[in-house]
């Protein structure tokens, strides 16, 4: 399936963080998504080819990087109180449909 | 802008009784609606989706409905049992599962479900 890590991860106000993601088995597109607590998951942004092919209503703070193996990373800058959430990424192939990985569940102190 | 209103937020329903969770979609243009499950601390997982020259779709005691010219989906779950607790959302996507144009889904706000023993 879709394997993300770290699971849980404590940061601090103003600090980086990265995320990393293995899409499943066969996909080759790579999208992610932001869930806070008690609501739905918000769309940041998709990653096909190594490159964004579509973005949310997310601030430049919020960057990725697809890598030739279709694997994924997902950066924050400038962490703030309010980018605490889970973060989930999903990956799906040619006419196939969206999966989810278990997402990691970012703290920020 | 796109969005994706559901209802109601949270419903208690007796086991055995059915339950409906309702969603609306605002973007005329979206063609492709699933709808996941997602229990505590897990990852949402698809149960059932629909896309938008289908009517109703239904997966034994599952079945979603569309309406799209009231821009309404709702979903049905029929016989419940105490492990159909869990958190539903709905979405809705422009492209659908077309290669390269999925994968932006508009979720709604989730309807938290509770089937009582």
């Known amino acids: 399936g879709v394997t993300q890590s770290p699971t849980h991860l404590i940061k601090t106000r103003g600090q980086q963080v990265t995320l990393r993601c293995s899409p499943k088995?066969?996909?080759?597109?790579v999208s992610w998504y932001q869930q806070a607590l008690g609501q739905g998951p918000q769309f940041i942004f998709q990653y096909y080819e190594e490159e964004e092919r579509q973005r949310g209503n997310f601030p430049d703070r919020f960057s990725g990087h697809q890598f030739p193996n279709y694997s994924s990373e997902l950066n924050v800058n400038a962490l703030l109180l309010g980018d605490s959430a889970l973060y989930l990424c999903?990956?799906?192939?040619?006419?196939?449909?969206?999966?989810f990985g278990s997402g990691t569940q970012l703290s920020v102190l | 802008g796109e969005n994706v209103e559901q209802h109601p937020s949270t419903l208690s329903v007796q086991e055995g009784d059915s339950a409906v969770i309702k969603c609306t979609y605002s973007d005329s243009a979206s063609n492709y609606f699933p709808w996941y499950k997602q229990e505590l601390g897990k990852r949402p997982q698809l149960i059932i989706d629909i896309r938008s020259n289908v009517g109703e779709k239904k997966d034994q005691r599952i079945a979603v409905t569309l309406n799209k010219t009231a821009k309404h989906f709702s979903l049905h779950i029929t016989e419940t049992q105490p492990e159909d607790s869990a958190v539903y959302f709905c979405?809705?996507?422009?492209?659908?599962?077309?290669?390269?144009?999925?994968?932006?889904?508009?979720f709604g706000q989730g309807t938290e479900l509770s089937v009582k023993p």
């Open positions: 979405a809705a996507s422009i492209g659908g599962v077309i290669y390269n144009q999925g994968g932006k889904l508009i």
């Open positions: 088995s066969g996909h080759d597109t």
């Open positions: 999903a990956s799906q192939g040619f006419g196939e449909k969206l999966f």
